[in-house]
Structures are given as structure tokens and as C-alpha cells.
């Protein structure tokens, strides 16, 4: 299911949340635009409909998530930040930390 909507100004990957009237909050992830609406992906069981007249809010930087993938060596990261920014599509490297979770979080843990 998407969630089509008239805005916020966002980006490709970006989180955001739809308030639903009776409130509850909803977690989306921005999958792309189509005919001036933004569409976004629930990350959460929606439980019933999004309706129209709902609001969708665009997420700080805080709801970023890192992956874990132990294939995705440092090297292989360093080389697609220089090559990024040679091309001027990034203004400074990344930090291979900030890309691969280096480590498993709290909620893994037994």
C-alpha cells in the first residue's frame, strides 16, 4: 500500500508520519513522486485506511537507520564516497559508520 499526498517538500528516502484524525501516528518512508503527489510506503500495520484530509509530516534526520550488512567492507564505502564526490553529488565523505551499523542494536539483542 502507498500513501499519496500533496507534499511536505521532501526527498527520495525521507520519513515522515501521517496523523490520522483520530490521531495515531503512522510512519512512512517517501518511495517516489508521481503527478505532483508524493508517495510514501507505511512502516508500520496501518490498521484500517489512510483518508483523505489526513496530515503528513516530514521527520528530522533522527529517523535515519543504518544497515548491517558484514559483506559491506569499509574500502567498498570509501570508494563510493570519493567517487560521489568527484561528481559533486555529495559535498563531503560520509563516515562509514554513518552508512553501515557497526555494530547490532538494543532491540536484536536477547
Request: proline share 4%; hydrophobic share 45%.
Amino acid at each position: 500500500m502507498l500513501v499519496a499526498s500533496k507534499g511536505p517538500a521532501v526527498a527520495l528516502g525521507d520519513f515522515c508520519e501521517v496523523i490520522t484524525s483520530s490521531g495515531r501516528r503512522i510512519r512512512t518512508q517517501v518511495t517516489g513522486f508521481r503527478n505532483g503527489h508524493v508517495l510514501s510506503m507505511p512502516l508500520e500495520d496501518i490498521d484500517g485506511m489512510v483518508v483523505d484530509g489526513d496530515s503528513l509530516y516530514v521527520l528530522d534526520d533522527t529517523y535515519q537507520y543504518s544497515v548491517y550488512d558484514a559483506v559491506i567492507t569499509r574500502e567498498a564505502i570509501d570508494g563510493l564516497m570519493k567517487f560521489a564526490k568527484s561528481f559533486g553529488l555529495i559535498d563531503d565523505v560520509v563516515p562509514y559508520e554513518a552508512v553501515v551499523a557497526t555494530e547490532l542494536t538494543p532491540l536484536w539483542k536477547e
